[in-house]
């Protein structure tokens, strides 16, 4: 297993998806077309819009700060295909189009319960209710066994339910540690929380976890995005070498979701 360290790995384990076609379509209504996805799954990357190119913006948001989590290598879970690759990803949007600065944004690779912890906590005490703390995780996420809220699971976390609880933070939880100082907070999580990786295979055999669907409903002041529902599932997209949801939404926030796909 290679060092945590983001590195994209060209054997990366690869998820499946269903369907054919090119994926490049417009719509008046706003870039891709939620029911382009069988045509998206099977596009090449020649075929899609390449984002890992920064858009510079010159925009500022010195109030802003953000913390950055991908995590592609677990030492005892599957691994999440192009996590690392969708965190840099979100990092260039962060720091070129939206201009919060460089500083002020903690990158994650790699990292257990407490690394998450501390860069979060580290952010809301940072930032006030002037700026607005932007927390992005790709890796594992998984409704507690105990109380069914969603987890998001560090890179140690063990292929044990009883484990999981212990080894992954609650997504409100960071949320709260984020606006401990008063600051608006964004969650942009590219994970499924009902036990199966983004290959499609399941954490724990035999095992499928849900979470309540009031648990997933967003306290008020606070934004949430998030790759799948508490029965849906977060998928790679091969052609883009992302996962789906991280490269549909960073192309909706360059500018998709007004209705140009250019």
């Not at 891709?32 to 990357?45: E, I, V």
């Not at 962060?94 to 952010?123: D, F, K, M, W």
């Not at 109380?147 to 080894?167: C, H, I, N, V």
């Amino acid at each position: 297993r290679p060092e945590q360290d983001g590195r994209a790995r060209g054997d990366h384990a690869r998820g499946t998806g269903p369907g054919s076609g090119t994926g490049r379509h417009r719509s008046r209504g706003g870039g891709y077309r939620p029911g382009m996805w069988p045509f998206l799954a099977s596009a090449s990357a020649s075929e899609l819009p390449d984002l890992d190119e920064p858009l510079r913006t010159g925009a500022a948001a010195p109030a802003d700060a953000a913390v950055v989590v991908g995590i592609a290598y677990y030492l005892f879970l599957p691994d999440v295909p192009f996590a690392d690759r969708d965190a840099a990803l979100v990092r260039d949007w962060r720091v070129s189009t939206r201009g919060v600065p460089v500083e002020r944004v903690r990158v994650l690779t790699g990292g257990a319960r407490e690394q998450i912890v501390a860069a979060v906590a580290a952010a809301g005490r940072d930032t006030g209710a002037d700026g607005t703390v932007w927390l992005y995780f790709a890796g594992h996420g998984v409704a507690s066994p105990g109380t069914g809220r969603r987890l998001l699971l560090g890179d140690d976390t063990r292929q044990a339910p009883e484990a999981f609880d212990a080894r992954g933070v609650e997504l409100d939880a960071l949320a709260d540690l984020a606006s401990v100082a008063g600051a608006k907070v964004v969650t942009w999580v590219d994970a499924c929380f009902n036990g199966t990786g983004r290959d499609g295979a399941a954490m724990v055999s035999g095992t499928r976890f849900a979470v309540p669907d009031w648990l997933a409903a967003e306290r008020e002041g606070r934004l949430g995005w998030a790759a799948a529902g508490p029965d849906q599932f977060a998928r790679p997209l091969e052609g883009a070498r992302h996962g789906a949801f991280t490269w549909l939404s960073g192309g909706a926030l360059r500018g998709w979701a007004d209705g140009e796909v250019d």
